[in-house]
Nanobody
Framework: VQLQASGGGLVQPGESLRLSCKAS????????MGWYRQALGKARELVAT??????????KYADSVKGRFTISRDTAKNTVHLQMNNLKPEDTAVHYC????????????????????WGQGTQVTVSS
């Protein structure tokens, strides 16, 4: 599986961006996709995950982005989007998408080490 992230940029506080992560290769094995971010000098942290289970899709968000960010999957285009609204300066970071074939029935992802595939990062800068 190869992942291609796009959509980053420079915006002012309160504005929006939509990141996209297009998957190619054997996409049928993907059960979880996620967005992580890494600010300068900080550790990479979870932003949001999308999990496919036997019965439904489950989305999870970091507390810092709940109510502002939405992760969604466009199955026809093999793409996961991250809609980011009301952006804040603290959202400034390189954002990475990731995918794994592992299954998590509750949608709870224990840590980022479970991801088998990572895309290149896309820079998001929020500044006035």
């Amino acid at each position: 599986v190869q992942l291609q992230a796009s959509g980053g940029g420079l915006v002012q506080p309160g504005e929006s961006l939509r990141l996209s992560c297009k998957a190619s290769g054997d996409i049928t094995i993907i059960n979880v996709m996620g967005w992580y971010r890494q600010a300068l000098g900080k550790a990479r942290e979870l932003v949001a995950t999308w999990t496919r289970t036997a019965t439904t899709d489950i989305t999870k968000y970091a507390d810092s982005v709940k109510g502002r960010f939405t992760i969604s999957r466009d199955t026809a285009k093999n793409t996961v989007h991250l809609q980011m609204n009301n952006l804040k300066p603290e959202d400034t970071a390189v954002h990475y998408c990731a995918a794994t074939r592992r299954r998590f029935s509750t949608g709870l992802i224990p840590n980022q080490n479970v991801f088998d595939n990572w895309g290149q990062g896309t820079q998001v800068t929020v500044s006035s």
